[in-house]
């Protein structure tokens, strides 16, 4: 049984197994239509729990069309409908998930929730987000550069804004795919040492937009408002140097992409003009939430890597 909690749970080896399997298996369904399950049904009778203790669109709606193609079914629990959100804990909850279910996703707050769940249950769990890392949206967004011909080893990165769990997860995969991040965060919102450390010297972090951005391969930023926090006019004001305009991706290379996990807060972390842009590949990685889903979930269940 393997959880897949944060990167360095499938380590270089795995997370490049994965990369590779979603490749294969979203270029074998080219014009198919989307219910339909993959031909070999790998997960045929599986079936994943999900937990949200979070507000979700794509991570809903990639994690439920994956397990489907695969060839088995989901069951969707809000915490709020679920026993979960009267008070019964989280262990107690992954027990009996595990006696109903194949794997269990949990999209929550506390990332001591997600292990304490990964710890109780008896099935694979996967992080669909905590606010410490966002794995799973980190390997759609590897996905889709290599699917726009740039080879991870020695790209440089580019983050603007806030030192967030998105964030986290870029530095960790930086540090198993061998390319450097440079993150450009605010006074008070950068992420903390022990994250930067993660990357294993291929991260840093800096004060000036226009450095971290001077010959980036690719930008990246995310909203600056987290779910569950107010959206306070002083860390707006903060963020606003970090905006992400055409003139700042003039500073990148000139075939850099531009990537967001959204949703956007368009005119905030990013104007029409880039998130529109020719540059932006925001919509091939949404969609690749989902081939990165169906890869994730099969390595759970050790049929890759």
């Known amino acids: 049984m393997r959880d897949f909690l944060d990167l360095s749970d499938a380590g270089p080896e795995g997370l490049a197994a994965i990369l590779h399997d979603a490749l294969d298996r979203k270029t074998s369904r080219k014009g198919w239509p989307k219910g339909r399950p993959d031909a070999d049904a790998p997960l045929d009778g599986h079936v994943l729990g999900m937990v949200f203790e979070k507000s979700s669109t794509r991570t809903r709606v990639s994690f439920d069309l994956a397990i489907r193609q695969l060839g088995g079914t989901s069951v969707v629990l809000d915490a709020g409908n679920t026993q979960l959100g009267r008070g019964e804990t989280v262990a107690d909850t ?21 292990i304490e769940m990964a710890r109780h249950a008896s099935v694979p769990v996967i992080n669909g987000l905590t606010d410490d890392s966002h794995p799973c949206q980190i390997v759609a967004d590897l996905l889709t550069l290599i699917e726009a011909g740039k080879a991870l080893p020695g790209l440089k990165v580019a983050w603007l804004g806030d030192g967030n769990n998105v964030l986290a997860s870029i530095i960790e995969a930086g540090a198993m795919m061998h390319f450097d ?18 990357g294993n010297g291929r991260a840093r972090v800096v004060g000036d937009p226009r450095e971290a951005v001077e010959g980036a391969d690719v930008v990246v930023t995310d909203t600056w408002i987290s779910m569950g926090q107010a959206h306070a006019d002083t860390k707006l004001a903060a963020m606003m140097p970090y905006q992400v305009t055409p003139a700042l991706m003039a500073e990148a290379r000139p075939d850099a992409a531009f990537l967001h996990c959204l949703p956007a807060h368009r005119g905030e972390e990013v104007t029409d003009a880039v998130i529109d842009g020719p540059q932006s ?18 390595w759970c269940f050790e049929q890759i890597g």
């Open 94 to 114: 992954a027990r009996v998930l595990s006696g109903y279910c194949d794997a269990i996703m949990i999209r929550t707050d506390e990332h001591a929730k997600l």
């Open 181 to 198: 991040v440079v993150a450009a965060c605010p006074q008070g919102f950068q992420p903390s040492d022990a994250v930067v450390a993660r």
């Open 281 to 298: 590949l925001i919509w091939p990685e949404a969609e690749n939430r989902l081939h990165a889903q169906k890869a994730i979930l099969r």
